[in-house]
């Protein structure tokens, strides 16, 4: 698992890499995101780090930070240059160079989090986008098998079950085992009370693409129900899909 710092480290060159895009490759469509420009994908980060600073500095007890962060990044000009979402990203991972343990409110609980928490959810966000922006662009996957394990094990412990409780379909029990040159580098697990399971191994980085939904491949069902996974993967685009915020 990463420290703190790597975790953070991760999140601010995903938002370098994202960010620095030249103007034709910003044109490029984001086949991991029907209907996304990489601009698009760049106008997420910066747009969504908006509402991530307004909780990220609100107290674990204000559920309003939420509503008003996004209602915050709403207000944000279109187009706006890629400059100014980077610094918008940037923000708000400035305020996570703090006290690990210091609570604060996390939308992925619904309440109660920490900073800690924020930089795990920051880095492997933003690391899945940049994995998206790679994709669209033919660059090669820079996520290290570590980085890909501890994004992994932030999904399976903390987006996936959000996503759960967002729209309260629980598709059941999941163990993946994430593989580099034949030896397992580490087991990530959705926990469930549903009887249904399913066992899962692959490439790290093609795993953590999979546990978001996107196209990946060289990931097999070695035991269990399949049907799970397929659910499993359905279930952040039927929570919410955020438009292209052009």
């Not at 991972?93 to 604060?104: G, I």
């Not at 966000?125 to 922006?133: A, P, S, W």
């Not at 412990?157 to 580099?180: E, S």
Request: proline content about 7%; glycine content about 8%.
């Amino acid at each position: 698992m990463l420290q703190h710092s790597e975790r953070l480290a991760t999140a601010r060159a995903a938002v370098e890499y994202i960010t620095s895009r030249t103007d034709d490759e910003q044109q490029h469509p984001v086949p991991n995101c029907p209907g996304w420009t990489v601009y698009n994908a760049a106008a997420h980060v910066g747009r969504v780090s908006i509402a991530w600073e307004e909780m990220i500095t609100s107290p674990p007890d204000d559920p309003e930070s939420r509503t008003r962060g996004y209602a915050e990044s709403e207000q944000r000009p279109a187009g706006a240059p890629m400059a100014d979402l980077a610094t918008w990203a940037n923000s708000a991972l400035s305020h996570l160079d703090d006290d690990v343990n210091r609570p604060c409110y996390f939308s992925m609980t619904g309440g109660e989090g920490t900073v800690g928490l924020w930089a795990w959810h920051a880095a492997s966000e933003l690391g899945v986008h940049r994995l998206d922006v790679e994709a669209a662009l033919g660059h090669p996957h820079s996520l290290s098998p570590a980085a890909a394990l501890d994004a992994a094990t932030y999904t399976s412990q903390y987006f996936l079950p959000a996503m759960r409780r967002v729209t309260g379909i629980d598709p059941g029990r999941v163990i993946t085992r994430l593989i580099d040159n034949g030896e397992t580098v580490g087991v990530a697990t959705i926990e469930s009370e549903a009887l249904e399971s399913v066992t899962l191994e692959g490439p790290p980085t093609q795993v953590l693409l999979a546990l978001w939904g996107r196209p990946h491949h060289g990931v097999e069902v070695v035991d269990g129900d399949r049907q799970v996974w397929e659910n499993w993967q359905a279930l952040p685009g039927q929570a919410f899909q955020f438009g292209t915020w052009d």
